[in-house]
């Protein structure tokens, strides 16, 4: 079973590669002195962008694999599943 299809895929590599940019524009803010707050301003939108990222990923989750888990007859793996994905999230 594919996990993730082509187009989720193509959105969360993308959305990736933008936070690899961010993180390397922080090392060179602190290796250039940068203004604290101005650090501090970006590495909240690295983690905003963290925090899109795991939204996709457990969408995708949830609309494919605990999907194909009810279709196959495995509810409480389904069920504890969904569980597990509530939990992640309000942490």
Do not use: F, P
Request: proline residues 0%; hydrophobic residues 35%; aromatic residues 4%.
């Amino acid at each position: 079973m594919e996990y993730m299809d082509n187009k989720n895929k193509g959105r969360v590599v993308r959305r990736l590669k933008i936070l690899e940019g961010q993180v390397r524009g922080l090392q060179e803010m602190i290796m250039n002195d940068t203004y604290c707050i101005d650090v501090i301003t970006q590495t909240s939108a690295v983690k905003q962008g963290l925090s899109n990222v795991e939204d996709l990923l457990l969408e995708n989750h949830l609309d494919h694999c605990v999907r194909h888990q009810m279709h196959s007859g495995q509810e409480d793996k389904a069920k504890e599943e969904i569980i597990k994905v509530y939990k992640l999230k309000r942490k």
